[in-house]
């Protein structure tokens, strides 16, 4: 179990340029979830993968944002013509496929340290 | 949709016992779990609960009470490494949304020496 990279840690961008994110999953997890932090709050959902199919999607993710899993392996994440309030931590998590035990295990995430975006 | 509240902020000394609540309002849900995040870091999985009553995992136990909406992480014999923000969330039930999961906005915790 190596855990789930992000990359790269931090990014700096001036508003209006595209950036574009990638995390590994840990290998054998088809489940693949990328969230949005900010300063003092939880974690806020953006978008769901099984294998390879968004499955699901936020309402706060806008037309600006797109995910892909193209061999349900890594997945990335972009942001086109980045805005101010787009400023967050983006964070990667991980689970794999549903079992029946032990008990909670459909409910952990395994998540990376997440890449600070900071757009000027 | 699903909404939770912590507290903003406890603190308390070391070797203390500490209870970190959280209230929720949720149409339907799996169960409530608890994630610590330090500064900086990936928040971590801590504990689970489906069914109504306490879980208990080392140092750390977790409560859930459906009929109450109320939920509460205990964390015994503080140390001051568990210094850190606690996350209590939840997963619908609604086809819709069932695969996220929903977090609270989180409580820091600051350990005193």
């Known amino acids: 179990d190596t855990g789930v990279s992000q990359d790269p840690r931090h990014k700096i961008t001036k508003r209006g340029q595209n950036v574009t994110f990638r995390c590994d999953p840990i290998s054998e997890h088809n489940r693949l979830y990328w969230y949005r932090q900010t300063l003092g709050q939880g974690p806020e959902f953006l978008t769901y993968?099984?294998?390879?199919?968004?499955?699901?999607k936020s309402r706060l993710l806008s037309d600006r944002f797109s995910a892909e899993r193209p061999k349900g392996s890594f997945s990335t994440l972009e942001i086109q013509r980045t805005e101010q309030g787009d400023s967050a931590m983006y964070l990667c998590?991980?689970?794999?496929?549903?079992?029946?035990?032990?008990?909670?295990?459909?409910?952990?995430?395994?998540f990376g340290s997440g890449t600070q975006l900071s757009v000027l | 949709g699903q909404s939770l509240e912590q507290p903003s902020e406890v603190t308390a000394v070391e070797g203390a016992i500490v209870q970190i609540n959280c209230t929720y309002q949720?149409?339907?849900?799996?169960?409530l779990s608890w994630y610590q995040q330090h500064d900086g870091g990936a928040p971590t999985f801590l504990s689970y609960?489906?069914?109504?009553g306490l879980e208990e995992t080392g140092r750390f136990s977790s409560f859930l009470s459906r009929s109450d909406s109320y939920g509460y992480l205990l964390l015994q014999e503080l140390q001051m490494k568990d210094s850190a923000s606690y996350f209590c969330?939840?997963?619908?039930?609604?086809?819709?949304?069932?695969?996220?999961?929903?977090f609270g906005s989180g409580t820091q915790l600051t350990v005193l020496p």
């Open positions: 969330a939840v997963r619908s039930l609604h086809s819709g949304s069932a695969r996220q999961l929903t």
């Open positions: 993968f099984q294998n390879e199919a968004q499955l699901e």
């Open positions: 609960n489906a069914l109504d």
């Open positions: 998590a991980s689970r794999p496929l549903s079992v029946a035990r032990p008990k909670g295990a459909n409910e952990k995430l395994f």
């Open positions: 949720t149409s339907g849900f799996y169960g």
